[in-house]
């Protein structure tokens, strides 16, 4: 099956711990992203990459980093520099199109909840 | 910048009572708007993309329309699977804005048996 995978599920972090969330996606798409979710708030772009060994910052990237050394994975690295990382994460794929295209439909996976211990 | 906005935050239907969510958006230049589905402690399931005003795209019980200014799902009849948060995103058609989206806050719909 096609699709884009997130682990883990649930993760704990202490304070000052640097942790690594995953994703991983078979959809042979070229863009994914990195979103992060709280209560009662739209999602909001913490990364993106349109191609391998490039990635954007997006609105919220401050105390988080990212690599994207093969086009099926971007890792995302909540560091100790993020002051309130407690929420849910959100990674996404999608086709890019042309440059005049409106292709570009994002597909999520299924989440990792982070709580800060 | 870009904003979206949903409402009403959270709407109680009676299960085969018809409703509208609106999303009411401000971009420069639209490439898209699009509807997800999210079910609590999951991530969103994309529904429907609209490209341009006029534009109407069905799936089930729920419809989708676009106006240059807002956007309308319609569901019709619902049924208490239908409940879920329902997001609004719109994507810029400016070069340096290539791929974002930006989204609402979402609305969440319960529809009682």
């Known amino acids: 099956d096609g699709g884009i995978t997130q682990s883990p599920k649930y993760l704990f972090r202490k304070e000052g711990q640097n942790v690594t969330l995953s994703c991983e996606q078979n959809?042979?798409?070229?863009?994914m992203y990195w979103y992060r979710q709280d209560p009662g708030q739209g999602l909001r772009l913490i990364y993106y990459?349109?191609?391998?060994?490039?990635?954007q910052k997006g609105d919220i990237a401050e105390g988080y980093s990212v690599s994207r050394e093969k086009k099926e994975s971007f890792p995302l690295t909540v560091t100790s520099a993020q002051k309130n990382p407690t929420a849910f994460y959100l990674c996404?794929?999608?086709?890019?199109?042309?440059?005049?295209?409106?292709?570009?439909?994002?597909?999520f996976g299924p989440g990792t909840r982070l709580t800060v211990l | 910048e870009d904003q979206v906005t949903q409402s009403p935050e959270a709407l109680r239907l009676q299960e085969g009572e018809s409703s509208s969510l609106n999303c009411s958006y401000t971009?420069?230049?639209?490439?898209?708007l699009f509807w997800y589905r999210q079910d609590p402690g999951k991530g969103p399931e994309f529904l429907f993309t609209?490209?341009?005003a006029g534009e109407e795209k069905e799936k089930e019980r729920l419809k989708a329309t676009l106006t240059k200014k807002e956007s309308f799902l319609h569901i019709t009849a619902p049924k208490p699977e239908d409940s879920a948060t329902y997001l609004c995103?719109?994507?810029?058609?400016?070069?340096?804005?290539?791929?974002?989206?930006?989204f609402g806050q979402g609305t969440i719909l319960t529809v009682h048996p």
């Open positions: 996404a794929s999608s086709t890019l199109g042309g440059l005049f295209s409106s292709y570009n439909e994002q597909f």
């Open positions: 959809l042979n798409h070229d863009a």
């Open positions: 990459s349109q191609i391998v060994n490039d990635f």
């Open positions: 971009v420069s230049g639209l490439r898209g």
């Open positions: 609209l490209y341009s």
């Open positions: 995103a719109v994507s810029n058609a400016g070069g340096t804005s290539y791929g974002k989206l930006t």
